[in-house]
Structure formats: structure tokens, C-alpha cells
């Protein structure tokens, strides 16, 4: 259960991720228990365990993670560019602000929308658990992911690339559906205000996350 004390706002060191940090992991977005939307509210791209075994993380802990989430370009580029008409704008706005002083300097808006979608597929925020889900007791274990934008339509079938930057929690049972979902939400502040600072905004730059070569399951 939930230690009955104040949550970290923000996880991991302020100067940049630390071994095993960054994780890298991808796979194509399968279908789960179908819980995430109609339970709680909060979808999960969930991807094949094997994912873990082909990065030779088969030993990664369960828990909750943050990081940056690339989708290949089948679904991806439909959407609006992060940090637009998204549920989480005020927190997408600050994560944005921080990234186009890191990254893009006067770039312009336009410009920038462009080099988000073009046809590489996007980059967003993401929050993460990997584990045996033990409010909902499963017997088998899951990579799910829960990107901080507002998609119109669902995207199974995309690949996703995942440069995981920080451990947030472990993974806990509650004592119902509704302190769950309000630790996920918490979870979801805390992964972004993590990855708003500099030594972790910089990665949304890394080329492995629009690389979708070789990835046969890439949908067309
Ligand atoms: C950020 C995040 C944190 C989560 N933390 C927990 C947790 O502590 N305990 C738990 O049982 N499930 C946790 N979950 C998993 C949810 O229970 C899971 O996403 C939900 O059951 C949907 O599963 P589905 O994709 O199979 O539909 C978490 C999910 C996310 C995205
Ligand atoms: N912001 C989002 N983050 C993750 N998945 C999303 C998001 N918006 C829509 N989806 C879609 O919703 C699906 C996940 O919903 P969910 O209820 O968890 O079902 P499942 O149990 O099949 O994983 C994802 O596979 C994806 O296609
Ligand atoms: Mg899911």
C-alpha cells in the first residue's frame, strides 16, 4: 500500500540520468486488458515484454519510469504536435517552454511544427509502469506507457521508442480504484517536471528515438 507521506515532486538528480539510466526500449503497441481507458481513464500503450530482453533488461526493476517516447510516423504525424490541444497543456507548456529554450533557441513556431511531425513519426513526454500491475493482481508481467498528449485516435500497431531517463516509485497495490488513478496523475506531474530540466530535455534530441529502421512491425 501507499506510504502515508507527501510525495517527491520531481525524481531523479537535477545534472542528468544515472546508470542504468538512459534505458533504452522499444516495441510495437500491443493490446492489454483493456482497463487503462475505460478503468481509469489513463490509456497505456502497452509493448511486448520481449522488449526487455532484446535491450538485455530482462533484470529491470518493476516500478513507475520517466522519459521520452518516439512513435513511428503511421499514426504520429496525424496528431496535433506536442503541446497543443492537449488535457495536459499546463503541463505540456511548461515541459515545451524549457525544451524550445534548450533546444530550438528563435526557431520559429511554424518551424518548430515541422521538425516535430515532419514524416519521422513525434517525440512526447512519457510515464511509465513495468510490472505485475498488483491492484489488478495479473500474472503476467507488463511494459505499459502513458503518453503526456491527447491523441484522437488509438495507434496499435505503431512502433514506440523509448528512452527511459529515471525510476519515479515502485509499483504498489491501493486500497482502491481511485488512489491509483491519483498516484498515476501524480506521477504523471512528477515526469514532467523531471523531464523539463535541461540534462534531461536534451535526449528528446536522440536520433534512436525516430529511428524506425529495421523495425519490421513499423505499420504503414
Ligand atoms: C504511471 C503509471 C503508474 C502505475 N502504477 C501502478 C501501480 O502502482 N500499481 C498497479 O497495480 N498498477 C499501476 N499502473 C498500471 C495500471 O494498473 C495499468 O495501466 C492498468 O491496469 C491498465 O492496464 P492495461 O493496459 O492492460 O489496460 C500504473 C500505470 C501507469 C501508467
Ligand atoms: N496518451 C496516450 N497514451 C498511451 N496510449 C494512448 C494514448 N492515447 C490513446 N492511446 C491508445 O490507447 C491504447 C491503450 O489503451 P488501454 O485502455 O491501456 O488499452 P490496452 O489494455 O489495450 O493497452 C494504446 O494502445 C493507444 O493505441
Ligand atoms: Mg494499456
Given at each position: ?6 510525495r517527491d515532486p520531481i525524481a531523479g538528480p537535477d ?51 520517466f ?99 529515471g525510476?519515479i ?20 506531474d512528477v515526469a514532467g517536471r523531471s523531464l523539463a530540466r535541461?540534462?534531461y ?20
Amino acid at each position: 500500500m501507499r506510504p502515508d507521506k507527501p510525495r517527491d515532486p520531481i525524481a531523479g538528480p537535477d545534472d542528468g540520468p544515472e546508470p542504468p539510466f538512459p534505458l533504452r526500449l522499444n516495441g510495437k503497441v500491443i493490446k492489454g486488458f483493456g482497463r487503462g481507458s475505460s478503468e481509469l481513464g489513463i490509456p497505456t500503450a502497452n509493448i511486448p515484454l520481449s522488449g526487455l530482453s532484446i535491450g538485455g533488461h530482462e533484470d529491470v526493476e518493476s516500478g513507475v519510469y520517466f522519459g521520452w517516447a518516439g512513435l513511428s510516423p503511421s499514426k504520429a504525424t496525424h496528431q496535433h504536435p506536442p503541446g497543443t490541444e492537449s488535457k495536459y497543456k499546463h503541463m505540456a507548456v511548461k515541459v515545451y517552454e524549457t525544451l524550445n529554450a534548450v533546444l530550438f533557441g528563435t526557431i520559429k513556431e511554424e518551424e518548430q511544427k515541422n521538425s516535430w511531425t515532419k514524416d519521422l513519426g513525434a517525440v512526447y513526454p512519457m510515464v511509465m509502469s513495468i510490472g505485475w500491475n498488483p491492484f489488478y493482481k495479473n500474472t503476467v508481467r507488463s511494459v505499459e506507457v502513458h503518453i503526456m498528449h491527447h491523441f484522437e485516435t488509438d495507434f496499435y500497431g505503431s512502433h514506440m521508442n523509448l528512452d527511459i531517463l529515471g525510476f519515479i516509485r515502485p509499483e504498489l497495490d491501493y486500497v482502491s480504484k481511485e488512489s491509483l488513478i491519483e498516484d498515476i496523475k501524480t506521477d504523471i506531474d512528477v515526469a514532467g517536471r523531471s523531464l523539463a530540466r535541461p540534462a534531461y530535455a536534451k535526449f528528446i534530441k536522440d536520433p534512436y528515438l525516430l529511428d524506425f529502421k529495421d523495425k519490421d512491425e513499423v505499420a504503414s
